[in-house]
């Protein structure tokens, strides 16, 4: 069983930015997709952005050019930075690696 755990979150005025980590034992091995999410009350979970399972990165419209996937192999991590935050990019921001969820990391962003 995995348990993916994140962490990086805060509040910063828009134009900030955050570095947002997904860390599970064993990641760098996995073969499977790591998806970030993120879910502000009332709405729906969205998808974000992905490292997927081979090693590239795929990204939501709405965060293409200011969030940015990596991976630390290493400390078996997988980062989202993400930058010129929004408003609206308020949320909780969760990681999902091979269909287990972490209890995710919150962001907000004030005006």
């Known amino acids: 069983q995995v348990q993916p755990v994140e962490s990086g979150g805060g509040s910063v005025h828009a134009g900030g930015s955050l570095r947002l980590s997904c860390t599970a034992p064993?990641?760098?091995?996995?073969?499977?997709?790591v998806l970030w999410y993120r879910q502000n009350d009332g709405k729906r979970r969205e998808w974000v952005a992905s490292?997927?399972?081979?090693?590239?990165?795929d990204y939501a419209d709405s965060v293409r050019d200011r969030f940015t996937v990596s991976e630390d192999k290493g400390n078996d991590t997988v980062y989202l930075q993400v930058t010129s935050l929004k408003p609206e990019d308020t949320g909780m921001y969760s990681c999902?690696?091979?269909?287990?969820w972490g209890q995710g990391t919150q962001v907000t962003v004030s005006s």
């Open positions: 999902n690696v091979c269909n287990f």
């Open positions: 490292r997927t399972s081979g090693g590239g990165t």
């Open positions: 064993g990641l760098s091995s996995m073969r499977c997709a």
